[in-house]
């Protein structure tokens, strides 16, 4: 059984279009939360959902919007694609102390 | 603010070798958690061990140990008999969760070459 999944795995697309990542859990947990990891393998939280709302927002440009329709699940959407946003975006989620991340989805902006 | 630091970009070690990886952090909290997650080039983020920072004892998960130093706020990762599939990035991490959704703050990653 997945615990976190994410669709797409691979995402290419041409710079200015508008894309989405899904992402969904089966742990049961009420957290869950995007992260990005750039080409130097950095890792830096973008947002956290908690029960569907809104908790950590890191300064991350509005082109991004997080939607989480129901707790198991939290989209990443993004508008007008610029190259810096590719990267590779993991979704985790968490209930306690500790973050299950999903598989990641490789960003690739022409 | 918290931050984790790995002085270790790249490291190797010989299968069946024993390989330290280190790691040090920042924090003016005493009641937080660490963590070390494993990225394989799969690029799947799996976690490796993980210590409450209340806990004297240091966490060990088979042939992965710790070494946690709360006053020197360093908490290296011990890899013992390595093998070929330890071939990785491995990221310490730190998080407070005071409350379920706190933020988990990532090191910069080392990378592990293991020669067989």
């Known amino acids: 059984d997945t615990a976190v999944s994410q669709t797409p795995k691979y995402l290419v697309t041409q710079m200015g279009n508008d894309k989405s990542i899904k992402c969904e859990q089966n742990?049961?947990?009420?957290?869950m939360y995007w992260y990005k990891q750039d080409s130097k393998k950095f890792l830096k939280i973008m947002f956290s959902?908690?029960?569907?709302?809104?908790?950590i927002n890191e300064t991350v440009p509005n082109r991004f919007s997080p939607k989480s329709p129901d707790k198991a699940h939290l989209n990443l959407h993004i508008n007008s694609l610029e190259l810096g946003d590719s990267a590779v975006y993991f979704c985790?989620?968490?209930?306690?102390?500790?973050?299950?991340f999903g598989p990641g989805t490789r960003l690739t902006v022409l | 603010a918290q931050t984790v630091t790995q002085s270790q970009p790249e490291m190797s070690v010989q299968e069946a070798e024993t390989v330290t990886l280190s790691c040090t952090y920042d924090?003016?909290?005493?009641?937080?958690?660490l963590f070390w997650y494993k990225q394989p080039p799969s690029r799947q983020m799996i976690l490796v061990i993980r210590?409450?920072?209340?806990?004297?004892q240091n966490a060990t998960e088979n042939r992965f140990s710790v070494n946690f130093q709360k006053a020197a706020k360093s908490f290296s990762l011990k890899i013992s008999d390595s093998q070929l599939g330890d071939a990785a990035m491995y990221f310490c991490?730190?998080?407070?969760?005071?409350?379920?959704?706190?933020?988990?703050?990532f090191g910069p990653g080392t990378s592990l070459s293991v020669i067989p």
């Open positions: 985790a989620s968490s209930q306690q102390d500790t973050q299950y």
């Open positions: 742990l049961g947990h009420d957290t």
């Open positions: 959902y908690n029960n569907k709302e809104l908790i």
């Open positions: 924090t003016s909290e005493s009641d937080y958690y």
């Open positions: 210590q409450e920072a209340y806990k004297q």
């Open positions: 991490a730190y998080a407070l969760m005071k409350t379920s959704y706190d933020k988990v703050i």
